[in-house]
């Protein structure tokens, strides 16, 4: 198994940057499909990006295309969400998961193993 760890999250103005680590032990991020939900307040757990296990394929969900970045770097057994232009929409705790086998990418049933989450905050 693997454990998760979030952090880089925190209070942003609209229209500015930030990034998300998801650091995990145990086993290699390079083992999973790694993927990132978001959860707002008073809202169902959404998909956010997720990469394969190769990192040759990565999906986001439509909102995010061409702000956010899914990454990995495994040197560093860690899975990054750039988030680029952030929007007030984008305000949820971040979760980073980790999935086994075969995986329908953008259903949080599909994920196995989860981290705490961070706190992101876009302020206006």
């Known amino acids: 198994q693997v454990q998760l760890v979030e952090s880089g999250g925190g209070l942003v103005q609209a229209g500015g940057s930030l990034r998300l680590s998801c650091t995990a032990s145990g086993r290699t991020v390079s083992t999973y499909h790694m993927g990132w939900f978001r959860q707002a307040p008073g809202k169902e757990r959404e998909f956010v990006a997720s990469i394969s296990r190769s990192g040759s394929s990565t999906y986001y969900r439509d909102s995010v295309k061409g702000r956010f970045t899914i990454s990995r770097d495994s040197a560093k057994n860690t899975v990054y969400l750039q988030m680029n232009s952030v929007k007030f929409e984008d305000t949820a705790v971040y979760f980073c998961?980790?999935?086994?086998?075969?995986?329908?990418?953008?259903?949080?049933?599909?994920?196995?193993?989860w981290g705490p989450g961070t706190q992101v905050t876009v302020s206006s």
């Open positions: 998961a980790a999935a086994v086998g075969i995986v329908v990418v953008t259903r949080p049933s599909a994920y196995n193993y």
